[in-house]
């Protein structure tokens, strides 16, 4: 074996972006390495799916990784796919493996438990109490330098044989500036000094003759889009290019050819003179390591089809809205306007693609509801559920009188929402002033479905789901996979007073006014959900619709 230690180091949502950056250490460090600035990561283009097949060797369909579950739902010590870091336990039984990395959730969902690794992350106190941008802000000053500074620390008394050193600021640069904007390189460089910092303390022990090291990201993004925020998830070239390098005895000074993210574990193992595992897809890239026969990729199922993101629009003639989420927030119906709030990927739904709102939810800024009957109908992939959150509603729930969340009673506004747990689904109509005498105005009454709608979600499922009312026969009714779980009359007021479900804009994920459920106390939950092919009816439900429907999503 040439090298005697190794360094993985992957910094989060850089992209091909180094090319743009000043970045002094990374040039000095791979000056004499292998490094690419035309990589590929997987899709979709997200960290925790990216961060898997890194860490695994294989794509998402494989490895189903998401960022909704990895914080709480541990990998397999026996799994099918193991980690780097169990293939070098199972080769090098007494080697001191370590991970120093911002990114805490990778040590709970990625990084397999009792195998001997030391793991440490940032101190979660630097950003107690804070939240969205003001959180974000504070993670880019402070988080990487933490666990940099940690690093260094550790240094001083053990010297791992392989380490893996994670910074993910830049990502919340990118989410909040623009990816390539200004800030998002400027938090590039920042990185850059800290990896600087690393390298000349591994320079001062003596270290870096006999070191291997390895640079990786996990994805890139888009630019600051005209809704405030910029995301990634997709598949276009600002997303899933990324960048590569690696340094060390019998490196090929150059640039690796063809290199795809899933590579990283193979680049090691081969530098560590341990065989890859049979079931993994990556390789070892053309011209990275002297001596080596290049040997071509087994596997094709790693170029995502682009023919998943065309939009077909079924024809029908009740259809008022329809929202595909493939690739963009167009109403392909109508003119409705979509405006994400949070952060929101276009990913993987299924055999196609959706949005995922988990970090934030969407609101239809213009589509209210008439008098009439109506339908919404979509798919939906409901990640595993700890505590309730709001699937949809229309429901304006702030008080204006006292500018308080009032939740069970007090002062509510018309309208319907769907929220969901663990157990299943429940539906809550409102009624604001429904049984009001003349003169009363503090009366609301509420409608609900007796009782929770049975489905396990502990887990998630993937579901086609339809909410109809049909207001001539007063019914509300609830299909699950084209199957109607819940039909249930309505409060003969609801009748007499016909705005009872216009409520505010329709809203997916969150209520309308974004703060569900303020009153219980509680952080907004996240609705950990990718939905696409929303359709909203301008009639209830039909069997001729639900045909269509069940053709539609099962084609």
């Known amino acids: 074996m040439l090298n005697k230690r190794f360094l993985l180091v992957g910094m989060d949502g850089c992209g091909k972006f180094f090319k743009d950056a000043n970045t002094p250490n990374i040039d000095r460090i791979f000056k004499e390495g292998n490094l690419t600035y035309n990589a590929q990561t997987v899709f979709p283009s997200i960290s925790a799916p990216c961060w898997g097949s890194m860490f695994y060797g294989v794509t998402p369909e494989k490895h189903d990784k998401h960022n909704a579950t990895i914080d709480?739902?541990?990998?397999?010590?026996?799994?099918?796919?193991?980690?780097?870091?169990?293939?070098?336990?199972?080769?090098?039984?007494?080697?001191?493996?370590?991970?120093?990395c911002t990114y805490a959730d990778l040590h709970v969902g990625v990084i397999e438990e009792g195998i001997g690794v030391h793991k440490e992350t940032f101190d979660h106190d630097i950003v107690a109490g804070l939240k969205g941008k003001e959180r974000s802000e504070k993670l880019m000053e402070a988080e990487d330098p933490n666990i940099a500074d940690k690093l260094i620390a550790y240094l001083d008394d053990h010297d791992p044989f392989f380490t893996f050193f994670f910074m993910g600021s830049t990502d919340s640069a990118g989410h909040y500036y623009g990816y390539g904007s200004p800030t998002h390189l400027k938090q590039i460089e920042k990185l850059d000094g800290l990896l600087g910092k690393v390298w000349d303390k591994l320079e001062s022990l003596g270290r870096t003759d006999d070191l291997f090291i390895a640079l990786t990201t996990d994805h890139g993004g888009t630019p600051l889009s005209a809704y405030?925020?910029?995301?990634?998830?997709?598949?276009?070239?600002?997303?899933?290019?990324?960048?590569?390098?690696?340094?060390?005895?019998?490196?090929i000074k150059g640039e690796m050819k063809d290199a795809k993210i899933i590579d990283i574990p193979s680049i090691l193992f081969h530098a560590m003179d341990i065989k890859t595992p049979e079931n993994q897809m990556g390789i070892v890239p053309d011209n990275l390591f002297e001596g080596y026969e290049f040997k071509e990729r087994k596997s094709e199922d790693i170029v995502f089809d682009i023919d998943k993101t065309k939009v077909e629009v079924p024809e029908?003639?009740?259809?008022?809205?329809?929202?595909?989420?493939?690739?963009?927030?167009?109403d392909y119906k109508g003119n409705v306007i979509v405006k994400p709030k949070g952060k929101y990927y276009f990913t993987r739904l299924g055999d196609g693609l959706g949005l995922d709102i988990e970090d934030g939810y969407i609101r239809f800024e213009n589509l209210k509801f008439s008098n009439e009957s109506f339908s919404i109908a979509f798919r939906a992939e409901i990640h595993s559920l700890d505590k309730e959150c709001m699937l949809f509603s229309n429901v304006d729930s702030l008080s204006r009188e006292y500018g308080t969340y009032v939740w069970w009673g007090g002062v509510t506004y018309n309208g319907f929402q769907i929220t969901m747990n663990k157990d299943g689904f429940w539906i809550l109509i409102w009624g604001d002033g429904i049984g009001d005498e003349p003169g009363q105005t503090d009366s609301h009454w509420h409608y609900n479905s007796e009782e929770t709608i049975k489905v396990d979600l502990s887990k998630g499922k993937t579901a086609d789901i339809i909410f109809s009312v049909d207001r001539k026969k007063n019914k509300a009714e609830f299909y699950l996979d084209f199957e109607c779980l819940a039909s249930f009359d309505l409060h003969e007021d609801f009748k007499k007073y016909r705005n009872t479900l216009q409520g505010g804009m329709l809203t997916f994920g969150q209520d309308t006014t974004g703060e569900f459920p303020a009153a219980l106390r509680d952080e907004n939950p996240r609705a950990p959900m990718t939905i696409s092919d929303v359709f909203v009816f301008d009639k209830e439900m039909d069997e001729e619709n639900l045909m269509m429907l069940k053709k539609f999503f099962n084609k």
């Open 72 to 100: 709480h739902v541990p990998h397999p010590v026996d799994s099918e796919y193991p980690s780097i870091f169990r293939v070098i336990r199972e080769n090098y039984k007494d080697a001191e493996l370590v991970s120093f």
């Open 228 to 251: 405030g925020s910029a995301t990634h998830g997709g598949f276009s070239k600002n997303e899933m290019t990324i960048t590569m390098a690696a340094r060390g005895n019998g490196i």
């Open 316 to 330: 029908c003639d009740s259809i008022k809205n329809y929202f595909p989420f493939k690739e963009d927030f167009y």
